[in-house]
Structures are given as C-alpha cells and as structure tokens.
C-alpha cells in the first residue's frame, strides 16, 4: 500500500504563486510516476502534470509555462510550483502515484484563485 499526504495550496490572487507538496509512504516501486491531476466543480479530474522516476514531465497545454513539477526520489516527494495563476486554475488538486497498474491518490487540496 501507499500513502499519499498533501500539503500547501490555498487562496492567492490572480497572478500570484502556491506551492503544493506531497510525501509518499508505503510500498513505493522504483518506477513508480508522480504527478497532480485536478477537479473544478461541474467538471472531470484531468492532468495537471506528471513526472517520471527520471524526470521526464508532461504538462497540460492549461499550465504549461506557469506550472514547474518536481520530484525528489530519496524523499519520496512530489512538488507543484504553480506561478501566474488564473481564475481558471481554480479546483481542488490532488497528488496521484502510479505503479505497477495501481493507482494512488493524496487526499485532495483546495486551490482558490480570486480575481
């Protein structure tokens, strides 16, 4: 099993910065991707941005430029610097983990971005 905990996020105005973190725990694989999907009311979970055991990043077109992803493979942690933020970037964002077909997800942290 795995654990996801999530800190960070909160209210910020538009164009200002947060910073989300998430430590894993448990019965992590060494291969194992991380990254941070997101839900605005009404809407479906999408991609937010992934990253690799080596690094390698994908980006949502949304946040590409604006968001940064990064991981540190000794703590186990998994980080999204988000700058110039939008209305639009509203939602609540949670940490996944995934890893030999299974998927792991943070408790959710509430982003509000007020114009």
């Known amino acids: 099993q795995v654990q996801l905990v999530q800190s960070g996020g909160g209210l910020v105005q538009a164009g200002g910065s947060l910073r989300l973190s998430c430590a894993a725990s448990?019965?992590?694989?060494?291969?194992?991707?991380k990254g941070w999907y997101r839900q605005a009311p009404g809407k479906q979970r999408e991609l937010v941005a992934r990253?690799?055991?080596?690094?390698?990043?994908i980006y949502a077109d949304s946040v590409k430029g604006r968001f940064t992803i990064s991981r540190d493979n000794v703590k186990n942690t998994v980080t999204l610097q988000m700058n110039s933020l939008k209305v639009e970037d509203k939602a609540v964002y949670y940490c996944?983990?995934?890893?030999?077909?299974?998927?792991?997800w943070g408790q959710g942290t509430q982003v509000t971005v007020s114009s």
């Open positions: 448990g019965s992590i694989a060494g291969g194992s991707v």
């Open positions: 996944w983990l995934g890893q030999i077909g299974d998927d792991y």
């Open positions: 990253i690799s055991h080596g690094g390698s990043t």
